[in-house]
């Protein structure tokens, strides 16, 4: 004889399971949520001259591709660039300080620089805009590569300075602040990228301390690196202390650093998997526990067998790289990151270099939706900043990938909105996909 009571219940149970699977990944957000783009200084001002890579992009032999010249002339048009986030309806932007400006030689502060980017600061709050703020986004000055860089032994002691010098004038607009861009990747690219790349980035570097008549020059996003153990050391404490140093000015300003995360899946047997993401990520989750909250930038998933990553998949959808475009690993990664540290996790990096901007438009909801359902399973999310406000310099590779929401004409420095824009705007607005 069938249990009334048990058919009832299983009959609630299949309604709300059928109802939970309709409903994956929608809803709103949580409030304060923040929406936002992304730029870096170097890859947008335009004519960073006093910073390492304006001397890479053109020595010989150079790595790059291009110069950044002009960049898109964000440091002239950066209202123009705010105008855009607040006309896409979002709540937040990211950006960065550009160390070469501010302290153009060592020891010597701009005031006239850290007051431009407190008008930035303050044009952000005059819109309803959050500053979301990196205080080194990979380039640092001429002068400090000169001396050796992160690998120079007083090099911590010099970023300390810098951001308590940088904080001192801008930490009461800030809304979120980073220490660094991407740190864990400094100096543990071997296996990720060509050999020769690797070779052209030492040579690149030689011809960059010829030019400057010094025995090294390491930029601050060198490919290739004397001693990745002792750089991920110095960078893991320049962290620290750059974390001091701000919270020494404003202790309540939440501070983070920002890590490039694959989601790396296992497959097989005798996976790589855990061994990949101690080799990339184990010290800096261990490292950043005592932070406010981590920053996750994530493009890419990485499947790893016995012995090595496997390709795209046949079929799958692919960016001018030829990598997998796969919308839920940006839920994977932040799964992951959250596990590893307990921290509450800001996307402060996403998006797709493609000239095809329906991709881009298919990703935003389908990763904001798998988003959703981590969020929804309990994992603390602040916000979502998509690379990149605009088609900017992506660096070895000049102007030729494009992650913008918004194209640039590299002539009059025009700014034309993308329809992903208008996509990822209507999520914002509504707080839900």
Known sequence: MIDRRGLLASGVALLAASALGKSRGSGPFPTGFLWGAATAAHQVEGNNVNADLWLLETVKPTAFAEPSGDGVNSFELWETDLDLVKAMGLNAYRFSLEWARIEPVRGRFSVAMLDHYR??????????????????????PRWFAAAGGWLAPDAVELFARYCERAARHLADGIGHATTLNEPNLAGMLKGLLPAELLEIDQAMSAAGARASGSAEF?????????DPEKMREILIAGHRVGRAAIKSVRPNLPVGVSLAMFDDQAAGKDSLRDAMREKYYGPWLRAVKGDDFLGVQNYERSV?????????????????????VYPPSLAGA???????????????????????????AWLIPEALTELKVAIDEGVPVIGYLHWSLLDNFEWIFGYRIHFGLHSVDRQTFARTPKPSAAVLGSIARRNAV
Do not use: Q
């Open 218 to 226: 390491l930029a601050g996003n060198a490919l290739s690196v004397p």
């Open 334 to 360: 932040v799964r992951y990151a959250h596990a590893a540290t307990g921290l509450p996790i800001a996307v402060t990096e996403h998006g797709v270099g493609t000239d095809d901007d329906t991709l881009r």
């Open 119 to 140: 008008r930035i600061i303050a044009g952000c709050h005059a819109r309803g805009i959050s500053p979301v703020v990196t205080f080194n986004h990979f380039t640092t």
């Open 304 to 324: 790893w067998t016995s012995s090595g990553k496997l390709p795209p998949p046949a079929g799958a959808r692919t960016n001018a790289m030829g990598a997998e």
